[in-house]
């Protein structure tokens, strides 16, 4: 495995190759595994479950990891391509990324959206420009348009809690939140659960419906796999027996990169809260999931999170065990 | 070992039986023991020592561990409970915490007395809190009233020193500070000496006694193990035949949360620093102990603290032995 | 070894060594050679290629590493003897050092010049008062004079580029730079080539001759092993020939701690940017070498750093493997 960057890249077969390796992994350990060898990660966007679970992953299987982010006392990095760099920076990303890659055996990378042009950040053009700068296996750690690890991890929770894949019903709700967030999450979540071949709804107010592209790959997803797509305003309407609701807060895609215009939109969608009356025609089993960090009381209310129908630490745990997977084969003798 | 939280929760054997494992990992490594082992680092307050002293001990024994903290690029934690999310932090600890510890085999936690509220310190609320959230072994880096981890390698270090237990003469003095420090050190160290069967004074100013629930733990472990303990405002009489002093600036208990209030108090005893004089009717070889970090010409002269009664430096490395014993036993294959 | 700190500590044979086992790790990895062993890691100073490499390099041979530097949760470090810690600082380096080495196998520490006395800076006074305070082996990851693991990668580039040793022309140019730089790697690189028998030219403008203690170690390593020292203004004339350009800032010596008279004298030579018409009269495959990180557009030309000529990112990665070379002989068995 040369690079970790898109579900989209793999078969069914080597999906599940990879959920079935999770778990053997979480069962049997395999501390040998991936001795003497070494994950760099670049973090050029805040992290905690991704900056934790790689490398909790790399030393379970006997190797190791190191971490570079702006935060650290390095010498402050330049992105942007052709400058002249007489001012606070000293170091360029084209510098700084190959040297990084060339002291492991792989590297993560994790380079938010900028939002501020959407054709620019839907062909993820930053975390592209930077794997063309190195020869070794990449993993996407979240690009402004992918969250590769989250899928796996989410897939495999959704296996864990046995819900269907076909005639499973998952909603992926908006979710109101104080600031514009990343498709990054939304898009590749919508794309998961169609991959899956789930009956996929997008609840979401008007105004916050997901680009067209993102709508396509995910309904083009649930064609070939026996799912379905729909998109829904009406909340009761939407969780007729869903099985699990996934909420999310995502930016507009009208005002994308406007701040104020995005604002004054999502301005009186404050009960987009997930609470428990949305359960109430839902599966009585109805699961919430979110990649985490989420905002108590904003996105979803306390009683849910706190509640049984909250499977979030769960789904959190299954980074680990999807990124050991990843990185078993992609780093791994029989590899 | 489910928890490693205070000296109190072990019998005698069982805390023999870590410091002679202690003593045999430093002489005959054992770097196969936690093989693909993962302990997991949650500093909410400042470290060197603990930050330092963990990663060494897991790499020692063929694990591996991962840090934490609020100062790294993550997403700001909120720790107030039913809160409404609104403001700039973008996850609770209540997520965290058990986020965290899944990825670990055994979570470590830092976090430092608020000093607000003495009964809520006492209480160690705040830990309690965040312990009670995993499901995973845990070991106390310091609390708001704990710190067993430098409790176990300054027994440690008395042994190596030849310190008599039973009729060691064991002082612990107030000493100078610009501010009003935590009660964790000066609590938890009371209490191991005491429970080592020393005969133990508290010297401090008037103003400066330490919470009776304090004492009254240290008295009771005293009068169990041979042990004596009192309390002198007056240096001379304290210092009598002593084999160790072991300096530590703590806050006034009437004053507790009041940092003016405890400012006033402290004014005047800028001469609490501890300097060669103290010695003079010591024993001969009474050592100078403190946890680190110490101000010099504060808290202990230079002399004192550059000079041969001062182990302060061997009582820091048995930071990580100690630890390397607890962990041993906690994740080891005989655990 | 008990220390690396300057290539000129090494006899010929010695270094060969190194060099030799730096390139028998990378084509065959020694996973268990360093199993359970502690490299502790202290950053006075800003770092990329360091950190990453020192951690990556620990892993590969099997044992682990940790980092402290100022800029995390730490209990901020106080530098100055002598002083009366009143202040915001609450430990001295003092202390540090020797606890943060007692958690080692072996300690690296990197501390920048302070460029406010030459003396002081050229007799390494700062990282010499601080490996004063250890017994453990310890590695020189910059000081203000030198940086040895830069030398070892730069030997073996130009070993892997085949640049004759005795006949190999070598040019250290002096490059503009916004602000006065430090010393360490002029310096110590000026020594290597001088070492390894090349014949050197320092090219730099008026003002910027490298102190004489540095001119005249220099040259004496270059006649006792074939080669040749000598300095030019003129850039054709520098560049006859030759095979490699080694860029580099450096601050004035005459200047030195002067920060307006520094910047006054180097105003006007903002055109000391190396660019493909300084390479006319080079020989045709001249290197364009740099010990990163570099400022695009200000030190070189970015056709001549994403061009051929360029081996920055080679020389990188021999940074890892010059210091696993080090680490392997300083604690591997038959160390």
Known sequence: MKAFNDLADFSN????????????????????????????????????????????????????????SPDMSIHGIETRPGIVMDGAAAEHIREAVPVIASYGDAIGIRAFAERRNLDYDMADTEF??????????????ESAIGHPCQNLADWKT????????????????????????????????????????????????????????????????????????????????????????????????????????????????????????????????CHFMHCLPVRRGVVVSERVLDGPRSIVIHEARNRMLAQMAVLHQMLGASS
Chains 1, 2, 3 share one sequence.
């Open 158 to 285: 959704l296996d864990d809690y046995e819900v269907p894949a076909n005639g499973g019903k998952f909603v992926l709700s908006w979710a109101y939140h104080p600031r514009a967030l990343p498709l990054a999450v939304p898009a590749s979540t919508l794309y998961t659960a169609a991959r899956r071949g789930m009956d996929v709804t997008v609840l979401r107010p008007e105004g916050f419906e997901l680009p067209d592209a993102i709508m396509r790959k995910a309904r083009d997803a649930a064609a070939a796999n026996g799912g379905s797509l729909r998109e829904s305003t009406d909340r009761r309407d939407a969780m007729q027996g869903a099985h699990v609701i996934y909420a999310k807060s995502w930016s507009s895609t009208r005002f994308y990169g406007d701040k104020l215009g995005d604002q004054k939109l999502r301005e009186g969608f404050e009960d987009w809260c997930v609470d428990e009356p949305w359960f109430d025609n839902a599966d009585k089993n």
């Open 13 to 68: 077969e080597e999906i599940q190759k990879l959920l079935d390796l999770a778990n053997r992994l979480d069962k049997h350990p395999e501390p040998d595994a991936l001795k003497g060898k070494v994950l760099a990660l670049l973090f050029l966007s805040p992290s905690l479950r991704t900056l934790a679970s790689f490398q909790a992953a790399m030393t379970r299987l006997g190797g190791g990891s190191f971490v570079i």
């Open 128 to 141: 592209n420009s930077m794997t063309q700068l190195v020869t070794t296996p990449y993993i996407n750690m």
